[in-house]
């Protein structure tokens, strides 16, 4: 943990006044408010330029807690906080009376977690209420996985950075939908598909849309500036070299199977073999890209199975559509 307690009392101190506070999580780097103050939790909206309609994911500092945010707590619920808090899943339940409707974006339904990090942990407790965060950069583009991120993309917008170091898993949390009798993961993350159903002993679907509106959903999400294109591994070195003829700048994430193979692009980054060690350094490559220039990215998406399942909906949402000039 680099953040001294200071800082952690001092951020502590901006929320309470209702300032915004960005912190780190094992996931991304969170832009948060007082989940309380629906002024504090406007300002969150406003300096994202995220849509109103868009909830925020309450995090609180344990599972003891869940009871305090939400209406009731399932059975399945209880088990899946027991097992996977604190990390990276995130619960959708009824939303109780403490939670205003300007956090939840007006839905009946609250997102809570509780994040893994010691210094979120520690700001949690130190605050003393839940914290109403979404990622900390503009609304669409690459979540942050340092400080740093978000001081480049935000600046003085943020009343305070504390620094804890780089995410250790780098995608966000996976989104459990826990109010009806049938679980289903709204958005895959943190928390492999896999992992939850081993615990709740049935299969989970992923659908592609939900009637509760959680984060991440945007069609074009998790953006950089440079179009993204997806194309099959074996086509992606002969996709790059034939969009750089073309005039293009282009930056290519070249699969494991693909590392030794030569590529005529403006910049290559190998993809490790690691589906852990891509999650987390998925964002960071994304930027690495913007900032070397490119304007056009070609990757393949990674078997869909443990986090290769998020890492998919992260380039999926990439390549998505862009909002017009």
């Not at 890209?289 to 949402?317: H, K, M, Y």
Request: proline fraction near 9%.
């Amino acid at each position: 943990m680099t953040a001294r307690t200071s800082d952690i009392e001092n951020a502590a101190g901006v929320l309470r006044a209702g300032g915004l506070v960005a912190f780190p999580t094992e996931t991304v780097y969170g832009l948060g408010a007082d989940a309380e103050n629906p002024a504090a939790v406007a300002r969150v909206f406003q300096v994202k330029g995220r849509p109103p309609s868009h909830p925020l994911i309450v995090h609180i500092a344990g599972a003891q807690h869940l009871g305090d945010w939400v209406e009731d707590v399932p059975e399945t619920a209880r088990l899946l906080a027991e097992r996977f808090w604190p990390g990276p899943l995130t619960l959708v339940l009824r939303r109780g009376p403490r939670v205003p409707l300007e956090t939840t974006g007006g839905l009946e339904t609250v997102a809570v977690r509780v994040p893994d990090h010691p210094v979120a942990l520690a700001l949690l407790s130190a605050f003393g209420g839940g914290v109403a965060a979404p990622s900390a950069n503009r609304f669409g583009s690459v979540s942050p996985t340092t400080a740093n991120h978000v001081r480049t993309e935000l600046g003085d917008a943020v009343d305070f950075v504390l620094d804890g170091g780089p995410c250790e898993v780098g995608v966000e949390s996976t989104i459990v939908d826990a109010t009806g009798d049938t679980p289903s993961v709204l958005r895959p993350g943190g928390v492999t598909r896999e992992d939850l159903e081993a615990v709740l002993g049935f299969p989970l679907a992923v659908p592609a849309t939900s009637r509760i509106r959680v984060p991440g959903q945007h069609p074009s999400h998790y953006a950089p500036r440079a179009r993204v294109v997806l194309v099959e591994p074996e086509k992606v070195v002969a996709e790059a070299e034939f969009a750089q003829e073309l005039g293009h700048r282009v930056g290519v994430l070249l699969p494991p199977a693909f590392a030794d193979a030569p590529v005529k692009a403006h910049a290559v980054v190998a993809v490790p073999g690691s589906m852990a060690a891509y999650a987390r350094g998925l964002y960071g490559f994304l930027r690495e890209l913007d900032q070397r220039g490119c304007d056009l990215i070609v990757a393949s998406l990674p078997v869909e199975e443990g986090l290769g399942l998020a890492i998919a909906n992260r380039l999926r949402r990439a390549a998505g559509p862009r909002p017009s000039a």
